[in-house]
């Protein structure tokens, strides 16, 4: 498997590739028989157009208040009551699209790949906003702005209503950075940024950091080996959050004082998930981990999705499941990692990290299957 990541000089950015040769990919693990433990139904879905071209970088989604926002590799926008699966509206916008979608159930935004973040509103589009950069985060609708993470590292605030940019914040880095979307949230008042190997808090009013902590330090003799950059799905217990650094680390920190709270070295590229004891991830080897929340020791470890291609996990509701490139998806015993459930949704394969929604998993696969599955 390689990634490709991007070189930022000023607002140009050329493309480089990880790995100038790729293996041949590892035959994936085989499925073995487990007993199941849950009835596992379809409740509705809905088809969508191919979700991603790029599918080592997923497109992905927005949840809000029942109604889940997804746009396509080529723009399509679909707003989805996840209890029904109907459809409240479509929006083709024929642009390709960069950055997955954000909202907060009345605006919405996207980043298109010609660097131009689009907003909108009620199926229209209410304003248009050319980035100095590419992005491939999406962005964050909350407060009644519209925030940006770019390539070269820059975060943007815009009005939501008129899309007048209030404020842009930029920090120096590594040249290199990873074609992939990355943290873009926030906790209490604050506005939680990656920049680098860097967890940084900041003010949403006028992006003045009010704390940073590393997440994941560089290294390597070259630009590529030394490249750290944090990954989007974070997992927050109450004032902990924690957070993964690709390829190099996981850390937790106490997002209230900005202080590392404990950091493991791991080798993976998705985000993470987690309960009240545990936090859960995927290693690119599609191993799955779990560690104990409080002191970052390993509770269980599973080699049973090897090369698979697993997505990040999802914990909710005293249910973890995980999404494989096959088109699976897999319920997980939290308690010990053992398989209790699974069905093969669209063999396509998995788009994205599996979320829980009322009492419903909603799935979305590569080519644009909106599923929602009930397990009892």
């Known amino acids: 498997m390689s990634w490709l990541f991007y070189a930022a000089v000023g607002t140009l950015l050329m493309g480089l590739v990880a790995c100038s040769s790729t293996p041949d990919k590892p035959t994936p693990t085989a499925l073995t028989d487990f007993k199941s433990q849950l009835s596992i139904s379809k409740a509705w879905s809905v088809q969508l157009g191919a979700i991603s071209a790029n599918t080592s970088a997923p497109l992905s989604y927005n949840l809000t208040e029942g109604r889940l926002a997804l746009?396509?590799?080529?723009?399509?926008?679909?707003?989805?009551?996840?209890?029904?699966g109907a459809e409240s509206w479509r929006l083709a916008l024929d642009t390709p699209i960069a950055a997955g979608i954000g909202g907060d159930g009345e605006r919405f935004a996207v980043i298109s790949k010609a660097n131009e973040l689009i907003a909108l509103s009620n199926a229209k589009?209410?304003?248009?906003?050319?980035?100095?950069?590419?992005?491939?985060?999406?962005?964050?609708?909350?407060?009644?702005?519209?925030?940006?993470?770019?390539?070269?590292?820059?975060?943007?605030?815009?009005?939501g209503a008129s899309g007048q940019r209030l404020w842009s914040q930029q920090r120096a880095g590594d040249p290199l950075v990873l074609k992939q979307a990355g943290i873009l949230t926030s906790f209490q008042d604050k506005l939680l940024v990656g920049l680098s190997g860097r967890l940084v808090a900041m003010n949403p009013a006028n992006g003045v950091a009010m704390w940073e902590t590393t997440i994941g330090s560089s290294r390597g003799t070259n630009e590529v080996e030394r490249l750290v950059d944090l990954v989007a799905g974070v997992s927050r217990v109450n004032n902990v959050i924690c957070a993964r650094a690709f390829q190099t680390s996981v850390t937790c920190v106490d997002a209230l004082k900005g202080s590392n709270l404990w950091t493991r070295a791991t080798q993976g590229h998705v985000g993470l998930s987690g309960s009240e004891t545990l936090l859960l991830?995927?290693?690119?080897?599609?191993?799955?981990?779990?560690?104990?929340?409080?002191?970052?020791?390993?509770?269980?470890?599973?080699?049973?999705?090897?090369?698979?291609?697993?997505?990040a996990p999802y914990w909710a509701a005293g249910q973890?499941?995980?999404?494989?490139?096959?088109?699976?998806?897999?319920?997980?015993?939290?308690?010990?990692?053992?398989?209790?459930?699974?069905?093969?949704?669209?063999?396509?394969?998995?788009?994205?990290?599996?979320?829980?929604?009322?009492?419903?998993?909603?799935?979305?696969?590569?080519?644009?299957?909106?599923q929602a599955l009930r397990a009892e």
């Open 71 to 84: 746009v396509t590799g080529n723009g399509l926008i679909s707003l989805i009551d996840t209890e029904t």
């Open 125 to 159: 589009v209410i304003w248009r906003f050319k980035l100095p950069a590419s992005s491939f985060t999406s962005p964050m609708v909350a407060g009644g702005r519209v925030f940006v993470l770019t390539a070269d590292r820059t975060v943007m605030a815009f009005d």
């Open 281 to 311: 991830g995927t290693e690119s080897d599609s191993k799955l981990l779990a560690w104990q929340r409080t002191s970052g020791q390993v509770a269980w470890q599973s080699e049973a999705f090897r090369f698979r291609g697993l997505t």
């Open 320 to 370: 973890l499941v995980v999404g494989d490139d096959l088109g699976w998806a897999h319920w997980i015993d939290a308690s010990n990692g053992q398989t209790i459930g699974r069905i093969q949704v669209d063999a396509s394969g998995i788009a994205m990290t599996p979320v829980r929604v009322g009492k419903n998993w909603v799935i979305v696969t590569k080519s644009g299957l909106v």
